[in-house]
């Protein structure tokens, strides 16, 4: 079973630009969480998607915004990229929270997409 | 709000002892999942072992347990026969159970454990 990848590994970008970072979760499953790895920061959670809706967001300016697609792979896009926004970008994925036997199992990561900003 | 704290920033095991993990976290929630997970160089996030709050008895998995003491809000990780590629970054990690309006994970700041040989 493939587990969750992130693309791109790696990903440089300038002040001001606009990212976009890419997930595909484990297949079977329907919700996937977006989490940014900043050095000094933590892990902190960003958003989260669960068949095609945004079901929870962190605490992040309007400029971290994402989607979900009818396959439930995702995409976050993050604009006006500042120095502050370098960090690791990790997804997550887990079945969908309305499956009653399902929806605790633990969530699965994946490599991550580190995010440089020059 | 809910928290995790990581009180050991670094932890060093010689190969084939026993190293224990620390964590506490604060929630005036009863029913919650608590995990450890592991992040080596790779930067893969691997789920160690997790614990239910409403079951009493701690969980294993192999050579990793924990002891949750849960009166306490205490969620230790003890490695025993630790080996080499048990170095790594690891997390406590909380999270709330399940109405549907959050499933975020609040993470530890984490701990870095080194195993010499």
């Known amino acids: 079973e493939a587990g969750v990848t992130q693309s791109p590994t790696h990903l440089i970008k300038t002040r001001g630009q606009q990212a976009t970072l890419r997930c595909s979760p484990i297949?079977?499953?329907?919700?996937v969480y977006w989490y940014q790895q900043a050095l000094g920061l933590g892990l902190q959670f960003l958003l989260w998607?669960?068949?095609?809706?945004?079901?929870n967001r962190g605490n992040f300016p309007p400029r971290f915004s994402g989607r979900q697609f009818p396959n439930y792979s995702s995409e976050l896009n993050v604009n006006a990229l500042e120095l502050e926004d370098s960090a690791l970008y990790l997804c997550?994925?887990?079945?969908?929270?309305?499956?009653?036997?399902?929806?605790?199992?633990?969530?699965?990561f994946g490599d991550g997409t580190r995010l440089s900003i020059l | 709000a809910q928290t995790v704290t990581q009180s050991q920033p670094e932890m060093s095991v010689q190969e084939a002892e026993t190293v224990t993990l620390s964590c506490t976290y604060d929630t005036s929630e009863s029913d919650y999942y608590l995990f450890w997970y592991k992040q080596p160089p790779s930067r893969q996030m691997i789920l160690v072992i997790r614990?239910?709050?409403?079951?009493?008895q701690n969980a294993t998995e192999n050579r990793f347990s924990v002891n949750f003491q849960k009166a306490a809000k205490s969620f230790s990780l003890k490695i025993s026969d630790s080996q080499l590629g048990d170095a790594a970054m690891y997390f406590c990690a909380y999270r709330q159970n399940y109405g549907g309006a959050t499933n975020k994970l609040i993470f530890g700041t984490g701990t870095l454990l080194a195993v010499q040989p």
């Open positions: 997550a994925s887990s079945p969908t929270w309305k499956d009653r036997d399902r929806r605790n199992q633990p969530q699965h």
């Open positions: 998607y669960d068949e095609g809706e945004e079901r």
């Open positions: 297949s079977g499953h329907t919700s």
């Open positions: 614990q239910e709050a409403y079951k009493q």
